[in-house]
């Protein structure tokens, strides 16, 4: 981009290709508006837009490095905060991403994305019941916000309050329908409750909006298995593996089946390569050997 520049309308065509997605367009229209003159308050709030766009296609680390200069720029921007939580706790420092969120919330304590963002945070750090208070101020101040009903949901079946998860997750379904990640959790819900044939048609309908979500894939696993059908169950853990190489969760309930069908060369295969090895020396006593992962 050369001559003379119309910066409005440069940041309007980056935010219209950051609503359509074309993450990588909007990215380079920030960073080029970045170069420009600008005013603290101004390159703040612009460099707070390019760390929201990282985080949208999971660059959570260039996120949290731009949010976190964005914040020093415009220190009064609650949604600079708020982002900037969301994205510590991504990438675990959750310590500062409570303090973010706190910010936030003192910034402006009507904001119901900060609530809810530090609710994922205190969850995260495994303070469910800080979570579940905080989720249910940010549906206090939003009642249709369904991410927070979701949120809220998996904080209470945490908990061990089974029913509230199970309502929390409907009331998301009612609010947002086609929401897959509530879809699959409900069915992970009405899993531990022991409803199989609940757990089978709601984690199903998650892989039917969003085919290639490996956590819903393992839950189906996790279901199928519960109701004896254990190869169908090793073609969904197998399906969640392909989707996520590092899914250890997955990978363990693989190799439970696996070794439940005798393909013990296969049950091996996974324990050695995915999960690591025990091995017993004499010697040295026990030692493991950790796979490729």
């Known amino acids: 981009m050369t001559g003379h520049v119309d910066l409005e309308a440069l940041l309007s065509a980056a935010l219209s290709d950051a609503h359509a997605g074309r993450y990588s367009d909007a990215t380079e229209k920030f960073q080029y508006l970045l170069t420009q003159p600008l005013s603290d308050r101004d390159r703040g709030v612009i460099r707070g837009m390019l760390g929201a766009a990282y985080a949208s296609v999971g660059e959570n680390d260039k996120a949290v490095k731009e949010l976190t200069v964005a914040a020093g720029e415009n220190p009064e921007d609650a949604s600079i905060q708020s982002n900037l939580c969301s994205c510590l706790t991504r990438v675990g420092n959750i310590q500062a991403a409570i303090t973010a969120g706190n910010r936030a919330i003192n910034l402006q304590p009507t904001f119901p994305e900060a609530h809810n963002n530090l609710g994922s945070a205190m969850h995260e750090m495994g303070d469910t019941t800080g979570a579940i208070k905080a989720y249910r101020e940010a549906l206090s101040l939003q009642p249709d916000?369904?991410?927070?009903?979701?949120?809220?949901?998996?904080?209470?079946?945490?908990?061990?309050?089974?029913?509230?998860?199970?309502?929390?997750?409907?009331?998301?379904?009612?609010?947002?329908?086609?929401?897959?990640?509530a879809h699959n959790n409900l069915g992970g819900a009405h899993l531990k409750a022991g409803d199989i044939t609940a757990a089978l048609e709601q984690i199903g309908e998650a892989i039917r909006l969003h085919p290639d979500y490996p956590e819903a894939h393992k839950n189906m696993g996790l279901a199928l298995r519960e109701a004896g059908r254990l190869a169908d169950a090793l073609d969904y853990f197998r399906k969640a593996t392909s989707l996520r190489t590092d899914y250890r969760d997955a990978y363990r309930a693989q190799n439970q089946v696996l070794l439940s069908l005798g393909k013990y060369e296969e049950a091996l295969e996974i324990q050695t390569s995915a999960l690591g090895i025990v091995r017993f020396d004499l010697d040295n006593g026990v030692s493991v050997v950790t796979g490729k992962m």
């Open 145 to 181: 916000y369904a991410k927070a009903y979701n949120n809220l949901g998996n904080a209470l079946s945490d908990s061990g309050d089974a029913d509230g998860s199970i309502t929390a997750y409907r009331r998301a379904l009612e609010l947002r329908p086609g929401y897959a990640i």
